[in-house]
């Protein structure tokens, strides 16, 4: 069964402080993996995207990393900012099934707070 | 200024009334897509469309109709018979036809039935 699980499902931090947030998943085949934040009440914005060949990437003071052989993906925030107060959002899309197929497997979240 | 725009952000809804929400995107992309998003869980597909004129049900599409006359445009109704429709909406859209293309979401409705 397609999955996508996210740990931990909430975490609070200080300002400043770095954190690490973890996607495990057991889509098959795998195409590619990202990462949204989603602040509260809003839609989910776009921080990385990863395919199979990619172990990192970053966005700012955002890093991403992947590995495809155990199917684990963390996503790193370094010097926290309150402004960094959303869900984390992983997602991962299966490889290209039949024309129209859903192959999109959303995590349900890392709800993440910032405190001064 | 190019984007999804959703309408209207708080809608209100009696049992047994049916409601229409709005998703247009001026990014001139050929996939829409509805999901659901309730607390503890994560996104559900409710329609996608891929192209004018042509739309797919998704994983919950009972309860809900939509339409793609034009290819900006992707309207969603939440009917009566819809049982627990009080939710956030999110409309999405992408590139390309696939799933595997990244999708840009717009801000989302929030619907609560009274």
């Known amino acids: 069964k397609n999955q996508v699980e996210q740990s931990p499902q909430s975490l609070i931090i200080l300002e400043g402080k770095n954190c690490t947030l973890q996607c495990n998943y057991t889509v098959s085949p795998f195409s590619n993996l990202r990462w949204y934040k989603q602040d509260t009440g809003r839609g989910p914005v776009s921080l990385t995207i990863m395919t199979f060949s990619e172990n990192t990437k970053s966005n700012g003071r955002y890093t991403a990393t992947l590995d495809a052989d155990t199917k684990q993906s963390s996503l790193h925030i370094t010097a926290s900012q309150l402004s960094d107060s959303a869900s984390y959002i992983c997602?991962?899309?299966?490889?290209?099934?039949?024309?129209?197929?859903?192959?999109?497997?959303f995590g349900t979240g890392t709800r993440l707070t910032v405190i001064p | 200024d190019g984007g999804i725009t959703q309408s209207p952000k708080y809608l209100f809804r009696k049992e047994g009334q049916n409601v229409t929400l709005s998703c247009e995107q001026n990014?001139?992309?050929?996939?829409m897509y509805w999901y659901r998003q309730d607390p503890g869980q994560g996104l559900r597909l409710i329609y996608y469309?891929?192209?004018?004129?042509?739309?797919q049900k998704g994983d919950i599409a009972e309860g809900y109709s939509v339409s793609r006359e034009k290819k900006e445009s992707f309207p969603l109704t939440v009917t009566s018979a819809q049982k627990n429709p009080t939710a956030f909406y999110l409309c999405a859209s992408s590139q390309g036809q696939g799933f595997y293309n990244e999708q840009f979401f717009g801000p989302g409705t929030r619907l609560t039935v009274l």
């Open positions: 990014l001139n992309h050929d996939a």
């Open positions: 997602v991962v899309s299966a490889g290209p099934g039949k024309t129209g197929a859903n192959n999109l497997f």
């Open positions: 469309s891929q192209i004018v004129n042509d739309f």
